[in-house]
């Protein structure tokens, strides 16, 4: 158990500090897989009366903590919850995600793009990830996120979730200097959100570039590094003690890139080997991941292999034990307790003094 006035084990992990056992959280930990948010869901069907209802956000922020005790708890929330608070306006819809009408296409609409400011368009994260941390206290480190330039833009340019981003590229190809303009307009939000995060209590922030790795490893390098560049260098100017985190998904084509973003840590998908993630990105880079989420579907043996290949490649320090993406839909939920309790015995697994 951490001591009551030591920082919280993921926190010092986050540094680069040698610690007593690897923290583990996961992606999307809040969520459909577990009953008590289900049943949750049936009383408040609108998710964005469930992120921005702070007594709502707090709880499901809470549900696996109370079922798990994770070393991490991530608040409640969506990469576009900022957006209305610049002047895109956007809505959940369940079973068909966000969307974003009308999406971005012109000059005009980059123009009406406005700074943020958290504490008038989102006043309900002041309180949530305050409440987050006086509730776990140091036994689990309270993380923040933000949706990256990038992934944003896609979302708005598309207007929904796309299979092939068509417009965005389209965009990026034939008009690139209005998408530029687009992406630094987001990015210098994002950075003023980020930072809002951490004075609200975050003491980790996670960037979600989830659309980074639909791009071209050059074209990465024009459209969604600068501007994660961006968020980070405005963070860092301000909070440069507080860790951040990169997580793209299907990042393997990009992955040094993401060392050149400025973070202190690369979450990695499921799709790289955890040693060759390490090979990859050099022996300064800490790591996050990387278990297919879908192996919490397999028999326990399984899943303890799995996460018994992930530690030993990543090594014991400088690593985060998750996922490799969010927790699937579906997966049973003693499965996800078997994935927590297992990642806290590591060191007797190992047969390793801690």
């Not at 002047?87 to 700074?115: L, N, T």
């Not at 690593?319 to 309790?341: Q, R, V, Y």
Request: aromatic content about 8%; overall charge negative; glycine content about 8%.
């Amino acid at each position: 158990m951490t001591g009551l006035n030591q920082e919280p084990l993921l926190l010092r992990a986050a540094r680069g500090e040698s610690v007593e056992r690897t923290p583990v959280w996961m992606m999307r930990q809040a969520g459909r897989y577990m009953k008590v948010y289900r049943d949750l869901r049936e009383q408040y069907p609108s998710f964005r009366d469930r992120s921005e209802n702070p007594e709502l956000a707090i709880e499901i922020s809470l549900q696996p903590w109370k079922a798990f005790r994770p070393d991490g708890v991530i608040m409640f929330s969506d990469i576009l919850t900022p957006l209305t608070g610049m002047g895109i306006p956007f809505d959940i819809v369940e079973s068909k995600g966000p969307m974003i009408d009308p999406p971005i296409r012109s000059q005009a609409q980059i123009d009406a793009v406005h700074d943020l400011d958290p504490d008038t368009a989102t006043p309900y994260i002041r309180t949530i990830l305050s409440t987050l941390r006086s509730e776990v206290g140091n036994e689990a480190a309270v993380l923040g996120f933000v949706g990256s330039p990038w992934t944003l833009a896609a979302y708005a340019v598309e207007g929904r979730t796309s299979k092939n981003y068509a417009n965005i590229k389209g965009m990026a190809f034939s008009e690139p200097a209005m998408l530029h303009q687009l992406l630094s307009k987001l990015a210098d939000n994002i950075g003023i959100y980020a930072c809002h995060q951490i004075e609200c209590g975050a003491q980790v922030v996670q960037l979600f570039d989830s659309w980074a790795g639909q791009l071209s490893p050059m074209d990465y390098r024009t459209f969604a590094l600068p501007y994660q560049q961006q968020v980070v260098r405005r963070v860092k100017a301000k909070y440069p003690n507080t860790p951040l985190i990169l997580y793209i998904s299907g990042s393997a084509g990009v992955l040094e890139l993401m060392g050149e973003s400025g973070v202190d840590i690369v979450s990695v998908d499921w799709t790289l080997d955890m040693a060759e993630a390490r090979r990859r990105l050099g022996p300064d880079m800490k790591v996050q991941g990387n278990v297919d989420p879908a192996a919490l579907f397999g028999s326990k043996d399984f899943i303890r292999d799995r996460i018994l290949d992930t530690v030993q490649k990543a090594g014991r320090k400088g690593h985060i034990l998750n996922l490799g993406h969010g927790i699937l839909p579906g997966t049973p939920e003693d499965n996800a307790a078997f994935f927590f309790e297992t990642g806290k015995n590591l060191n007797q697994l190992l047969a390793v003094p801690a």
